[in-house]
């Protein structure tokens, strides 16, 4: 018999460790249990999955109560994890083997499609490395939804004695996870990218800077790269490539800015997280000023299967110019959190409404902020948009890393609007005026429209305009998106208090 | 944990294995933070001189980011997540009356320094918020009950 019970640290913290360890204590040595990551499923966590010859088969959420009756039988069942509707409706490429194999057993990571392509990227000159990328329509998961191939191709082109492949891992993103998921359910996957990236740009260095608030993804990571160092996927010759290509993990500092590529690669070299201007671009002078790739975690963690699968099979999912698939994280007030990793298209009212199954609270949904604390909060009324990086753009918003966060008809959208001001204030990196002091300006300028002061409002989409304009990056330049679209979306929310002041 | 300033040749010691690291300033406040709780005054020069850096440059290196103290915390570190999806399901209130109840603002220890309160901007539990994390280990789903229990068991 086997057992699987997560070591995602969302499972973890709902209970998963002390159940584990109340199943250990009550089965003999014939059952072998597995931490495996998570099926992505965090209402139904921790979710443990029974292999008693026949199949998986999965029960949740189990908790210390529930471990006698799980292990003699008697405890209800999920059924397979693969006909549980939230799960059958996915498209699984990136996350194919989050939550299915032991993370950390090399031999289980390549038993299910691990390595394949890694060892077809070898058969590969760096030249058609980089047009398979292209052609597969990736384009990158952190936020910008930046070409990857063009990218790649920048520091393939690149002369320099020495190339940099960085994976940009702080997410700091409220509302996304999908990076902590896969770095905790199948790490080698990002090693795979990686070393594949490496091949491709002529790069034989690695980094992937990984926020400190994630210390179980940390301590993986870690595993994971001592193991494929131990095994010969990393190192002076690549799966015996001839090759060379090596990593390590870095730990961030608690500082939100540094998920930001330029902010990133100052951190890393031993800076101030402060934003650099651009030119230069990073794929020119990124890490100690030498070509370097700066992808974020979704994007390389899906390279190996997009050599694995071709290009082809990767670019036949999507939309438009949204290819592939999109992990979107669903979360907040919602009834069904989790991962959901699906074809770009579905509508962000299908996403909410039918796979996450409206709102915790049971109360009507009132708005839901997209792609993290500089993404707009969407209002009902523009639930019919499709999930891709243009049709997102169209509707005056942004699918950034792609969380959504659910809100419920409780939710004052002007305490919002103030609260992403105050953590851009908090979290600026002080290079532009219009960051460090406009964010401040904008927390105090949205109290004098709490306070009843009608001019304000004019005064806040002034403000905001300056921020949008004068800003190098992204945390000044797109705070305005969740201010913007509460002010504008959510006219209420900032009116009543005017009129009951007056 | 020590309460007093190490000496510099100890940090030096501590710090030296690292220098071959490229960008080795990061993971040697880290390593510091972790042996000592804190980032002590004392390790500015020594830094500044293993790495050739100005002093200036090393304290604006440290004091830019969140993570690293100037002072040790207090015996237990609770960090609440501030950030919009905890809020979404009534983060803001458990953290309020957590920040009542131990007579602390943000960044406060309680006066027995039982408890240090940090905010953080996510721990990546947002599909099971509200979430905290306890000396390194994350709760999710946590309510007030729980979390006063949780506090009772640190003697908060």
New interface residues.
């Given amino acids: 018999m086997k057992i699987w019970v997560p070591m995602d640290s969302a499972a973890k913290a709902l209970g998963a460790d002390e159940v584990a360890d109340a199943i250990a204590a009550q089965v003999g040595p014939d059952v072998r249990i597995i931490r495996n990551g998570s099926r992505g499923m965090v209402w139904l966590e921790p979710l443990v999955e029974i292999d008693r010859g026949d199949g998986r088969v999965a029960y949740g959420p189990v908790t210390l109560d529930d471990v006698a009756a799980l292990l003699d039988g008697t405890l209800e069942s999920l059924g397979r994890v693969e006909d549980i509707p939230f799960f059958a409706r996915q498209t699984r490429l990136t996350f194919a083997r989050c939550g299915v194999i032991d993370p950390l057993d090399l031999d289980d990571y390549a038993a299910h499609g691990g390595l394949a392509g890694l060892r077809r990227a070898i058969g590969m000159d760096s030249a058609a490395i980089v047009a398979e990328v292209t052609a597969s329509g990736l384009r990158g998961r952190g936020g910008a939804g930046f070409p990857t191939g063009i990218k790649w191709k920048t520091v393939a082109e690149a002369v320099a004695d020495q190339k940099y492949i960085v994976c940009n891992a702080d997410e700091g993103d409220s509302g996304t996870f999908a990076d902590r998921m896969i770095m905790e359910g199948d790490p080698f996957t990002l090693i795979e990218g990686m070393a594949i990236a490496g091949l491709g740009v002529g790069a034989t260095r690695g980094y992937v800077y990984l926020r400190s608030e994630y210390p179980d993804a940390i301590r993986v990571m870690e595993a994971a790269v001592r193991i494929a160092r131990q095994r010969g996927m990393l190192g002076a010759d690549v799966l015996g490539s001839g090759q060379a290509f090596d990593m390590e993990i870095r730990t961030g500092a608690g500082a939100y800015v540094c998920g930001e590529e330029t902010s990133l690669l100052n951190s890393l070299e031993g800076k101030r997280g402060t934003v650099r201007a651009k030119p230069p671009l990073p794929a020119l002078e990124g890490f100690l000023g030498k070509p370097t790739v700066v992808n974020n975690v979704i994007s390389l963690a899906t390279v190996p299967v997009i050599f694995e699968k071709g290009a082809q099979h990767y670019a036949d999912f999507g939309l438009g110019r949204s290819r592939g698939t999109v992990t979107l994280q669903i979360a907040g007030n919602v009834a069904r959190g989790g991962l959901f990793e699906t074809a770009f298209g579905m509508s962000l009212g299908e996403v909410v409404n039918e796979i996450g199954g409206g709102t915790r609270s049971g109360r009507p949904v009132k708005a839901v902020q997209v792609g993290g604390p500089l993404g707009a909060y969407m209002p009902v009324s523009k639930f019919d948009t499709p999930m891709g990086y243009e049709d997102f753009d169209a509707a005056g918003g942004l699918i950034g890393h792609a969380g959504l966060v659910v809100f419920d008809d409780t939710a004052d959208m002007l305490q919002m609007a103030r609260f992403a001001m105050e953590f851009c204030a908090v979290e600026s990196c002080g290079k532009c005026t219009p960051c460090r002091i406009g964010a401040v300006r904008g927390v105090e300028t949205i109290d004098r429209i709490a306070a009843g002061d009608a001019g304000a409002a004019d005064l806040l989409t002034d403000l905001c305009e300056t921020m949008k304009d004068g800003s190098l990056c992204a945390l000044g330049g797109f705070t305005p998106y969740p201010v913007m679209s509460a002010l504008t979306q959510f006219p209420d929310d900032f009116a009543t208090r005017r009129e009951a002041a007056e | 944990m020590l309460d007093q300033a190490p000496a510099p040749d100890d940090i030096r010691d501590l710090v030296s294995p690292l220098l071959t690291?490229?960008?080795?300033?990061?993971?040697m406040?880290?390593a510091i933070q972790a042996e000592w709780g804190h980032v002590p005054q004392a390790a500015v020069p020594v830094l500044a001189d293993l790495?050739n850096l100005g002093v200036a440059e090393v304290h604006?290196?440290i004091s830019?980011?969140?993570?690293?103290r100037k002072e040790p915390a207090g015996r237990h570190m609770l960090k609440i997540c501030r950030?919009?999806?905890?809020?979404?399901?009534g983060g803001n209130a458990m953290a309020q009356r957590m920040l009542d109840r131990l007579g602390v603002d943000w960044h406060g220890t309680t006066r027995d320094g039982g408890v240090t309160v940090e905010p953080?901007?996510?721990?990546?539990?947002?599909?099971?918020?509200p979430?905290v994390?306890l000396d390194?280990r994350?709760?999710?789903?946590i309510d007030d009950a729980r979390l006063d229990r949780l506090m009772t068991q640190v003697g908060a």
């Fill in positions: 690291l490229e960008g080795p300033l990061l993971p406040l880290h790495l604006g290196v830019f980011y969140h993570d690293f950030a919009e999806a905890c809020q979404s399901v953080v901007y996510c721990l990546g539990m947002c599909a099971c918020g979430a994390m390194g994350v709760i999710g789903r």
